[in-house]
Nanobody, 124 residues
Framework: QVQLVESGGGLVQAGGSLRLSCVAS????????MGWFRQAPGKEREFVAA????????NFGDLVKGRFTISRDHAKSTVYLQMNSLKPDDTGVYYC?????????????????WGQGTQVTVSS
């Protein structure tokens, strides 16, 4: 079992930046891929970014490529999502997810563990 807790959300103006953190606890010593997803009101949860277990490979959703980066710190059992050049369309609840795999999954159904989410609001 893996428990995930996100933090770092908040209100920011368009063009600004935020860094989200996701701290994992439990069986974190295995090869877990980590991902970030977001969900806006009335919309489906969508893929934002993912990183493989070693941190050597990443994947991003088309809407955030070039603006967001993902990284992980194994010593702290933490994955980060750095969000730059934020737009109002980036508003939503951001969820951290984990799955035991050597790949980099990008669909919600591939992830086994989820955090409670953190709200990001970008004002225009």
């Amino acid at each position: 079992q893996v428990q995930l807790v996100e933090s770092g959300g908040g209100l920011v103006q368009a063009g600004g930046s935020l860094r989200l953190s996701c701290v994992a606890s439990g069986r974190t010593g295995s090869t877990y891929a980590m991902g970030w997803f977001r969900q806006a009101p009335g919309k489906e949860r969508e893929f934002v970014a993912a990183i493989n277990w070693s941190g050597g490979s990443t994947n991003f959703g088309d809407l955030v490529k070039g603006r967001f980066t993902i990284s992980r710190d194994h010593a702290k059992s933490t994955v980060y999502l750095q969000m730059n050049s934020l737009k109002p369309d980036d508003t939503g609840v951001y969820y951290c997810a984990a799955v035991l795999t050597v790949g980099i999954p990008y669909t919600t159904g591939e992830y086994d563990y989820w955090g409670q989410g953190t709200q990001v609001t970008v004002s225009s």
